[in-house]
């Protein structure tokens, strides 16, 4: 059965540090992992897809890197801001047409 | 890009009564629909994959004849909180695939549906 952690649970920093959130997954099978962030009481907003075959994505200052081999992914975000504060969720895709399995989130809180 | 919605965004309602909520693709047909649920502070949990035409799949533990789940087309799935408890409060969400002509497939989410039952 798939299983996702995420490290570190939570995460507190200050304006412009640039900091790493760590995704495993136990079953390195997966059809793609995908990124997410959920704002407090709403629903999720895609941030970067990768596909099985891919190595990273990147989109504005964020970068997410997928090792399959290993059962890892890296979100990478580069000068945090306030804004950037919420809760960051991977999840994997187990095949075409199935669900996905999320892992339990991290918690950033980006200060001013 | 594809948009999927809930209706309602929030629900109130008393114990022992039923909730319906709805999710819709709105500009692609889905053959495949998934049902979540996030208690507070928790992740997101499968609860069941919807299948347009056939009945629901469900997880281990999610009980099928309180959650009732109706797929009767390609872009509508129902959710049906029966007989609805406080324990049943949560953040259910829907998700629906959206398969491209070119053999990828990619999973939008709903904004979901906060159901409080007091």
């Known amino acids: 059965k798939q299983e996702v952690t995420q490290i570190p649970a939570a995460l507190s920093v200050p304006e412009g540090e640039n900091l790493v959130l760590n995704c495993s997954f136990t079953?390195?099978?997966?059809?793609?992992l995908q990124w997410f962030r959920q704002d407090p009481g709403k629903g999720l907003t895609s941030l970067l897809l990768?596909?099985?075959?891919?190595r990273e994505q990147t989109s504005g200052r964020l970068n997410a890197s997928l090792d399959k081999s290993s059962g890892r992914s890296t979100l990478y975000i580069a000068a945090s801001q306030p804004g950037d504060s919420a809760t960051y969720l991977c999840?994997?895709?187990?095949?075409?047409?199935?669900?996905?399995?999320f892992g339990p989130g991290t918690r950033l809180s980006v200060l001013p | 890009g594809a948009v999927v919605s809930q209706h309602p965004s929030r629900v109130i309602c008393k114990s022992g009564t039923s909730v319906k909520i709805e999710c819709r693709s709105l500009?692609?047909?889905?053959?495949?629909m998934f049902w979540y649920r996030q208690f507070p502070k928790q992740s997101l949990m499968l609860m069941a994959t919807?299948?347009?035409?056939?009945?629901?799949?469900?997880e281990q533990g999610v009980e099928k004849d309180k959650f009732l789940i109706n797929h009767a087309s390609l872009t509508l799935s129902t959710l049906t909180v029966t007989s609805a408890h406080p324990e049943d409060s949560s953040f259910y969400i829907c998700?629906?695939?959206?398969?491209?002509?070119?053999?990828?497939?990619?999973?939008?989410f709903g904004p979901g549906t906060r159901l409080l039952v007091l």
């Open positions: 990768i596909q099985s075959s891919q």
């Open positions: 079953d390195s099978a997966i059809y793609n």
């Open positions: 999840a994997v895709r187990l095949d075409y047409g199935q669900n996905f399995v």
């Open positions: 998700s629906a695939d959206d398969r491209l002509l070119a053999g990828e497939e990619t999973q939008y």
């Open positions: 500009d692609f047909q889905a053959t495949t």
């Open positions: 919807s299948n347009e035409g056939s009945k629901a799949t469900y």
